[in-house]
Each structure stands twice: as C-alpha cells, then as structure tokens.
C-alpha cells in the first residue's frame, strides 16, 4: 500500500521554534514531526509514501525519514503547485492504482489507517475525507428563542465536523485534482454535489502544529505517550546529542500550506 504526504509547510508561524526546518520535519520530543505519521502508517501496511515537498528538500525529507520500514520517494516541486496540485503531482510518482491514503505531514491523528481504507472501498465513493471535532477556543452561552440565558460553557465541543487533513483518494478523485490550487476548492465540493464523497469521523487523537503553543502541546503529549515513539533500527533524537536533518540553505519556492 502506498500513501502521499503534503510536506510543502514552510512554518512560517512557528517563528524560531522551526529551527530552520520544514514544518513536517520540526521536531517534537525529539522527533521530526511527520516521523510519527510515517511510522504509523507503516503499522498499518504502507510501503511506500511519496513525499510532497518544495524543490531543493528532497534529500532532507528522504534522510530524515528513512529507517522506518517504508519507502520514500519525494516530488519536489519546482514551482508553488498548492495542496490539491502538490497531491496530483505526488500521485504521479505511484507505482500502484487503486485508492491511496493522502494527509498532511504536519497533522498527528491516532488513526487505523487499514480500516479506513477498508470503510473507503465498501463506500464506492471517490473519496474519503476523515473529519474530527473542534471545542470551541471560547466559552459558549446558551439561549431560548426569546434571547433568555439558561447557561455557560467553557470551551465546549462544537457540533459540527471538520475535515482533519486526511484521505483516501480513488483513481477519479485522482484525475480531479487540480494541477494547481486546493482541491478542498475545487474536487471536493464538486465530488460532494454529486454524492462521491464519504466521510469516516475519527474521535481520537488529533493534534495540529501551527503555532509554538501548538508545538509544545504536541511534544507534552509525546512525552505523556511514549508507545507514540517511532521505532527505527538507528533510532536518532533531534535533541542535540544525535544526528539532525538540516534545511537546505536556499530552498525552493514554497508549496503547500505554510
């Protein structure tokens, strides 16, 4: 099985704590952020992950993510192709057909990536979104219809679900990706209006990285959750005392999402 990975964030809102990397390879108690991602989709069955990433990266990507049991192939782009387009050009470089996992490399989710991909094939949908909930970042009031106050909430789970960054993509949502843009813009809403699209809503474990506050509740998880660590023959810490991946001096322009 394979999977692509959107690895074009250029951590502009990470400021410092980046170090110079690209989003997916910051590292998070001691790991590059996608490394978590990789090692769990190869306990699930990938062999191989085609990494989309800017031109100029791909030797970084491959070093920082090799040793964990799967295959990585990179697509560096030359020029900014955005989410929907970094994708249809990953997906150019697969070896298989068939529906493939797709996500951001800078996304954690505790997903089971087999059943997804199983719920995907019984759908016959084109594609498979998988949505998540959010709590509110501010307290919630409650009110009747006459404008009447029955209660307070502080920071409350919203109602609605959003899309968490992850897919599975068949081989007609593959050829409706756009060469250039956001496919969230363009594929799926159309997909959706035609009853193509599926969704599989996770209630795990789903944490961002976009901010420092983001990144160091990430690494608390971690360091709470050791079964998270990724297993590698030569394992190697991002904490000064072990090798760590470096950015390239003058990198590409960006693509993706910062």
């Not at 992950?49 to 031109?55: H, N």
């Not at 919203?158 to 007609?172: A, C, F, I, M, T």
Request: net charge negative; glycine share 12%; charged share 25%.
């Amino acid at each position: 099985m394979e999977a692509l990975l959107l690895a074009g964030g250029k951590a502009e809102r990470l400021g410092e704590a980046a170090q110079g990397l690209p989003k997916p390879l910051v590292p998070v108690a001691g790991f590059p952020l996608a490394e978590y991602t990789v090692a769990r989709l190869v306990d699930s069955g990938v062999t191989r992950i085609v990494v989309a990433c800017r031109g100029g990266q791909e030797d970084v990507f491959r070093n920082a993510l090799a040793g964990l049991g799967a295959e990585i192939e990179t697509a560096g782009e030359s020029e900014p192709l955005g989410r929907g387009g970094g994708l249809r050009f990953a997906a150019s470089h697969r070896r298989e057909s068939g529906p493939v996992l797709a996500l951001n490399g800078d996304e954690l989710l505790d997903l089971d990536y087999t059943a997804l991909v199983a719920q995907h094939s019984e759908s016959g949908a084109a594609a498979t979104i998988v949505v998540a909930q959010v709590r509110s970042p501010f307290g919630v009031v409650d009110l009747r219809d006459d404008g009447s106050v029955t209660g307070f909430r502080e920071a409350p789970m919203l109602d609605q679900w959003v899309n968490s960054g992850v897919y599975v993509l068949g081989e007609e949502a593959l050829a409706r990706l756009p060469e250039r843009g956001d496919h969230e813009l363009s594929t799926f809403p159309e997909l959706a209006a035609e009853g193509k699209l599926r969704a599989h809503r996770h209630t795990g474990v789903w944490l961002t990285v976009n901010t420092p506050k983001d990144l160091r509740r990430a690494s608390e998880f971690m360091e709470e959750h050791p079964d998270w660590k990724p297993q590698r023959q030569n394992e190697r810490r991002l904490d000064g005392a072990h090798q760590r991946a470096e950015a390239p001096a003058s990198p590409a322009p960006g693509a993706g999402k910062a």
